[in-house]
């Protein structure tokens, strides 16, 4: 059985940032990739970041340069630091671990106001 349990969502002005943390449950560890995804309303879920065991990351071409996904093996933790946020930036985030079809954290609200 694998949880995920995000924190650290909120409102923020245009230009400030959030730190994101997904405690994960389970043997999630033993395995390769976790990463955060985000879904605006009326819109799909999309992947934001992810990263391996190994530390090896991959951003979606909107974020890079302004968030940074990192991961504490010890703590079972992973993060993800939003700098210069943006109000396109606003959405659900969701932890996940092992791509769509695995499992997702219950969101956090990120909100950017303008």
């Known amino acids: 059985q694998v949880q995920l349990v995000e924190s650290g969502g909120g409102l923020v002005q245009a230009g400030g940032s959030l730190r994101l943390s997904c405690a994960a449950s389970?043997?999630?560890?033993?395995?390769?990739?976790l990463g955060w995804y985000r879904q605006a309303p009326g819109k799909q879920r999309d992947l934001v970041a992810d990263?391996?065991?190994?530390?090896?990351?991959n951003y979606a071409d909107s974020v890079k340069g302004r968030f940074t996904i990192s991961r504490d093996n010890a703590r079972n933790t992973v993060y993800l630091q939003m700098n210069s946020l943006k109000p396109e930036d606003t959405a659900v985030y969701y932890c996940?671990?092992?791509?769509?079809?695995?499992?997702w954290g219950q969101g956090t609200q990120v909100t950017v106001s303008s």
């Open positions: 996940n671990y092992a791509g769509p079809s695995g499992w």
């Open positions: 389970g043997s999630v560890f033993s395995f390769s990739r």
């Open positions: 990263i391996t065991k190994g530390g090896s990351t």
